[in-house]
């Protein structure tokens, strides 16, 4: 079975500054995919942003990134020009790559990230 | 195109009683699953689905069942309801295969149920 932790329980920042969410996970799987989720009030899950385990260049959606570092086995993500609405509950995700994933996620506890106007 | 629809939104049971939780999606996945979120935890894993007729257990599945008979519909069962089963209740779908992005999971809004 696999492990994701999540070390920052909460974690707050100035509008427009950098922040940066750890994740650490445990596996034996060789081949995966990693998902960073945000999850505001509303609490809808929306996908932020993935990486597959077999690509070594690191993902990025506009203001996201990842540094992915295989061999850590450390996932973490980047927020650039952060904005208020950034605030939100930011959890990484796990899949297998075999079994075409079938069984699902596995998540970390999250991480409460709030900006600061 | 509704997504994942979650049906009820809200819902407040008392110990011993039973309920029935449905997800239905309009995309024509194949696979289907049921996540409980509590206070301070990430979503775990209830019970999934690779397809009409067919379950499988997850990480949490004590003191539920589920059905899948038709492929659009995903059914979560308690039948006798616990203080501990107070939760939200996520369901989420996907197609199969990993090409490209075929395998991100869309979720639905969640339901939140307490049991008193």
Redesign the interface.
């Known amino acids: 079975a696999q492990t994701?932790t999540?070390s920052q329980?909460e974690m707050s920042v100035q509008e427009a500054e950098t922040v940066t969410l750890s994740c650490t996970y445990d596996t034996s799987e060789s081949n995966y995919?990693l998902f960073w989720y945000k999850q505001p009030p509303?609490?809808?899950?929306i996908?932020v942003i993935?990486q597959e385990a077999y690509k070594q260049q690191n993902a990025t959606e506009n203001r996201f990134s990842v540094n992915f570092q295989k061999a850590a086995k450390s996932f973490s993500l980047k927020i650039s020009d952060s904005q208020l609405g950034d605030t939100a509950m930011y959890?990484c995700?796990f899949?297998k790559?075999r079994g075409?994933?079938?069984?699902?996620?596995?998540?970390?506890?999250?991480t409460h990230l709030i900006i600061q106007p | 195109n509704a997504g994942v629809t979650q049906t009820p939104k809200f819902r407040v049971l008392k110990t011993g009683q039973s309920m029935t939780l449905l997800c239905a999606q309009d995309m024509n996945h194949e696979y289907m699953y049921w996540y409980r979120q509590d206070p301070g935890m990430g979503l775990r894993l209830i019970h999934y689905s690779v397809g009409e007729g067919t379950t499988a257990k997850g990480e949490v599945p004590d003191g539920y069942n589920v059905s899948r008979l038709k492929k659009q519909n995903f059914l979560l069962g308690l039948e006798s309801a616990a203080p501990s089963q107070t939760s939200v209740y996520f369901c989420a779908s996907r197609p199969p295969g990993l090409a490209d992005i075929s395998y991100e999971q869309y979720f639905g809004p969640g339901t939140r149920l307490t049991v008193t």
């Open positions: 994701v999540q329980p995919y509303s609490r809808q899950m996908l993935r959890f995700a899949m790559h075409g994933g079938a069984d699902g996620l596995t998540f970390g506890k999250g």
